[in-house]
C-alpha cells in the first residue's frame, strides 16, 4: 500500500515562485521513479518532470529551466520547484511513483492558478 498526498498548490500572479511536496507513504520510497503530471480544464494529462530512485531529471520542453525537481529520501519526500509561473502553468498538478515493476500510485492532486 503507497499513498501520495500532494501539497502547496495555490493562485499567484505571473512570474512567481510555488514550490509543489508531495509526500509519500510506504515502504520503500527510494527504490520508486517519482515524477510530476498535470491536467488543465479540457485537456489531457500532460508529463511535467521526473527524478528517478538515483537521482536522474528528465523535464517536458514547457517547463524546461524553469521547474526544478528533487526528492528528500530522509523524508520520503519529492518536491518540484517553480519559478517564472506562467497562465499557461494553471492545472491539477498530480504527483506519481513508478516501481518499474507493478503499477503506478497517484495522489490526489493540488491546483495550481497563475493569474496574468
Known amino acids: 500500500q503507497v499513498q501520495l498526498v500532494e501539497s502547496g498548490g495555490g493562485l499567484v500572479q505571473a512570474g512567481d515562485s510555488l514550490r509543489l511536496s508531495c509526500a509519500f507513504s510506504?515502504?520503500?520510497?527510494?527504490?520508486?521513479?517519482m515524477g510530476w503530471y498535470r491536467q488543465a480544464p479540457g485537456k489531457e494529462r500532460e508529463f511535467v518532470s521526473v527524478i528517478s530512485w538515483n537521482g536522474r531529471t528528465s523535464y517536458a520542453d514547457s517547463v524546461k529551466g524553469r521547474f526544478t525537481i528533487s526528492r528528500d529520501n530522509a523524508k520520503n519526500t519529492v518536491y518540484l520547484r517553480m519559478n517564472s509561473l506562467k497562465p499557461e502553468d494553471t492545472a491539477i498538478y498530480y504527483c506519481n511513483a513508478d516501481s518499474r515493476v507493478a503499477s503506478d500510485y497517484w495522489g490526489q492532486g493540488t491546483q495550481v492558478t497563475v493569474s496574468s
Open positions: 510506504g515502504r520503500t520510497f527510494s527504490s520508486y521513479d
